[in-house]
């Protein structure tokens, strides 16, 4: 069974990066089947994709967001990783990471709270 | 950017039909798929591919999609269904990209 896990700080002071590792047990991020991605979720609110990476290199980004994001992959670990640079107040979310596969994300973390406050 | 729009609310009766709809310029030409969310929890898929159901997900749950328009409906909906459902579409032209619906809560009264 694939597992996804997010780590990272908990809190981040603007306007510094903020940095999340994901680590996946079960199955490679090697697999060039799939994508991997972030999705964040602000506290009370809805669901917001970040981008995706495959394990070919090809990378989407959301439009609003690409200036200041950046999704990486190392295979040699089985982790993926996401820097969102210059972060304000609005990008305090619970941030998930997971994996994407034709038309769903299906399966994911179980998520982590960054909290960006001085 | 690619928009999809749900009802922020839907109140349903124990054993009633819930049905919630999300509405995104040709989405019927496109893959749509559903995740429920409950409180605390990651969102699970529920439908994929229009009207696919993962394995473990009850056959009360089903989907379409044509047109502009997908749907989800609960049949015999239980306490157990209420939660914050949401609608996500995935176009084969930008195989990375996954836009996510507004949400709705699904109350069971």
């Known amino acids: 069974q694939l597992q996804l896990q997010e780590s990272g700080p908990g809190l981040v002071k603007p306007p510094e990066t903020l940095s999340l590792t994901c680590t996946v047990s079960g199955g490679s991020i090697s697999s060039s089947s799939y994508y991997w991605g972030w999705i964040r979720q602000p506290p009370g609110k809805g669901l917001e994709w970040i981008g995706s990476m495959s394990y070919s290199g090809n990378t989407y980004y959301k439009l609003s967001l690409k200036s200041r994001v950046t999704i990486s992959l190392d295979p040699s670990k089985n982790q993926f990783s996401l820097k969102v640079r210059s972060v304000t107040a609005a990008d305090t979310a619970v941030y998930y990471c997971?994996?994407?596969?034709?038309?769903?994300?299906?399966?994911w973390g179980q998520g982590t709270l960054v909290i960006v406050s001085s | 950017s690619y928009e999809l729009t749900q009802p922020p609310s839907v109140s349903v009766s124990p054993g009633q039909t819930a049905t919630i709809t999300c509405s995104g310029d040709k989405l019927g030409d496109k893959f749509a798929c559903w995740y429920q969310q409950k409180p605390g929890q990651s969102p699970l898929v529920v439908i994929y591919?229009?009207?696919k159901r993962p394995s473990g997900i009850s056959d009360r749950f089903s989907g379409s999609n044509s047109g502009n328009t997908a749907t989800l409906t609960i049949s015999g909906t239980q306490s157990l269904d209420e939660a914050d459902y949401y609608c996500?579409?995935?176009?084969?032209?930008?195989?990375?990209?996954?836009?996510f619906g507004t949400g709705t809560k699904v109350t069971v009264l």
């Open positions: 997971a994996r994407g596969s034709t038309g769903d994300l299906d399966y």
């Open positions: 591919q229009d009207s």
């Open positions: 996500q579409a995935w176009d084969s032209s930008t195989p990375g990209v996954y836009v």
